[in-house]
Structure formats: C-alpha cells, structure tokens
C-alpha cells in the first residue's frame, strides 16, 4: 500500500505562483509512474501531468504545458508540481497519483492522495 499525501496549495493571484508537494509513504514510488490531476467544481478530474519511474519522460495536457513542470525526488519518495503563470481557469483540487503504467486515464493509477486546493483569484 501507498499512502499519499499532498501539499503546497492555497490562494494566489493569477499570474503567480506554487509549487505542490506529494509525499509517499508505506512503499517507496520509485518503480511507479506519478500523475498530477485535478477537479474543479462540478467539473470531471482531468489529467494535468505524469513522469515516468526514472524522471526521463514527462508528458503535460495541453491546457498546462509550458506554465506547469512535473518533477520527483525517488530519494526523498516526493514529486512535485510546479506551476507557473497561474489562472483563474486553473483553479480546482489537485491530485497526486501513482500507478504502474501511468496514463492520461483516472484508471491507470492505483493509489491516490486526498486533495490539495488551489484556488487563483485577485
């Protein structure tokens, strides 16, 4: 089992900046592929990130890439998420994931955190 743990989230003015956190404990997340998503109200969780086991491929849902950057430290068992140039339009819950294959699809992660608001406003 897998344990979860999101962090970083809050309130910020778009255009800013915030950097979440997702801490693994119970086994180490080394071997699996991370995933980022997020919900927004009355709205599906959507994809928004992944990185592969080893960090050499990452891949960004077309609404996020070149503002958001998925990055892991398997040393410190922690990925994190990195967002930048932030919108109102970004605003939602964030979750971390982790799965042996890894996809865009809310069905190839096995384990999953229990949320991180992040909420973009002026």
């Known amino acids: 089992q897998v344990q979860l743990v999101e962090s970083g989230g809050g309130l910020v003015q778009p255009g800013g900046s915030l950097r979440l956190s997702c801490a693994a404990s119970?086994?180490?997340?080394?071997?699996?592929?991370v995933g980022w998503f997020r919900q927004a109200p009355g709205k599906e969780r959507e994809f928004v990130a992944r990185i592969s086991w080893n960090a050499g491929i990452t891949y960004y849902a077309d609404s996020v890439k070149g503002r958001f950057t998925i990055s892991r430290d398997n040393a410190k068992n922690t990925a994190y998420l990195q967002m930048n140039s932030l919108k109102p339009e970004d605003t939602a819950v964030y979750y971390c994931?982790?799965?042996?294959?890894?996809?865009?699809?809310?069905?190839?992660?096995?384990?999953w955190g229990q949320g991180t608001q992040v909420t973009v406003s002026s």
């Open positions: 119970g086994s180490t997340i080394g071997s699996y592929v």
């Open positions: 994931a982790v799965g042996t294959s890894g996809g865009a699809s809310r069905r190839s992660y096995d384990y």
